[in-house]
């Protein structure tokens, strides 16, 4: 932290960084009166995929600058790519109101696809992302036509019964979930508990806040402890600092208490029909194995790859690009067809 915090004060430049980020296509769209950020590549291509990109929590719309234009512009199977920035994050308004939870956030994710044109799409997410896409492939399967995720939702819990007891694999996973958490989950306890109160604190102080995400940064990516290995300090500090200069560090973690009180709990008979690919990289954890996924999940793709961590996109652009479009590429046509028959 001595050495991110001198680098901070006297090397980082921010005004460089504004300039780059200006860059991209940035957009606000107002859907059911709430102001969401987002930006979108649109393909030359005009029958490309659309897909939504949805971050998580330590992260925001940057750690997917790397994968957007590598998908937009690619020359075979390209996607329009449409990032958003949930609801308290960035440049999104903040939820001043209890219910603004993923599933709310779906339904705006939706109604955002459609009012860009696109009524058929591939959901696609990591950390909070994903619960926000399976909540979208879920309650609205006629606008979802792939599913793919980097991470399977803390929240996540399918139907269990007498009739498909827990296998070998699902205990296993069980206890080293909870030990996961005993250990690590800290940060999720007061995030989802008392978000406001840790909010003060974090905006109170830069090197906190620094603090507070780069160790998150550290702890899930690939880079055996030294954060620097994985990423750059403007990396990190752009990070950081869009935290810092939006003021939305107790907003960002007010998600986690609205998915503690509506979480993704499958009764007797749900199930997520629409296809899901997962890519694990090694370093996610805790990861689940197949098994327990495909109790409520479609699951036609699992890819296992031996780096990598939590910030797919971020840390393996290459990676987690051709992993979606390989994943996709079956249901490009399908959904061509789907639409032009609507």
């Not at 958003?84 to 960035?90: D, F, M, R």
């Amino acid at each position: 932290m001595e050495s991110i915090a001198d680098y901070w004060l006297n090397h980082y430049d921010w005004s460089a960084q504004q300039r780059a980020l200006n860059e991209y296509p940035h957009y606000l769209a107002v859907i059911d009166g709430f102001r969401i950020h987002y930006l979108h590549f649109r393909s030359k291509d005009p029958n490309a995929a659309p897909v939504v990109l949805t971050h998580g929590w330590p992260g925001s719309f940057l750690e997917l600058l790397k994968v957007a234009p590598m998908l937009a512009h690619s020359t075979s199977d390209p996607f329009h790519v449409v990032v958003p920035s949930l609801p308290g994050y960035a440049f999104s308004e903040r939820p001043f109101s209890p219910g603004m939870n993923t599933f709310r956030t779906a339904d705006l994710w939706v109604k955002l696809m459609r009012q860009l044109g696109y009524d058929r799409f591939v959901a696609q997410g990591g950390d909070i992302g994903a619960n926000v896409s399976s909540v979208m492939a879920w309650k609205q399967p006629e606008s979802v036509f792939a599913l793919h995720l980097n991470y399977i939702p803390g929240s996540y819990r399918p139907w269990v019964d007498e009739a498909t007891p827990l296998r070998p694999e699902e205990i296993a996973f069980k206890h080293e979930a909870q030990n996961w958490y005993d250990e690590k989950g800290g940060y999720w306890h007061v995030q989802a508990t008392q978000p406001q109160t840790l909010g003060f604190a974090l905006n109170d102080s830069p090197v906190g806040l620094a603090a507070w995400l780069i160790d998150k940064y550290r702890d899930w990516a690939d880079c055996d402890g030294v954060v620097e290995r994985r990423f750059t300090h403007d990396e990190l500090l752009t990070h950081v600092s869009l935290y810092w200069f939006t003021g939305t560090i107790a907003s960002s973690c007010r998600m986690y208490l609205e998915s503690r009180k509506a979480p993704l709990v499958f009764r007797r008979g749900e199930r997520i029909e629409v296809p899901c690919g997962v890519l694990h990289l090694a370093k996610e954890e805790p990861m689940p194995p197949r098994a327990w996924v495909e109790r409520a999940y479609n699951v036609i793709r699992w890819t296992q790859k031996p780096m990598g961590g939590h910030f797919a996109a971020w840390e393996e652009p290459d990676v987690f690009a051709t992993d979606l479009r390989e994943f996709v590429a079956p249901f490009r046509n399908q959904a061509r067809r789907e639409t032009a028959a609507v």
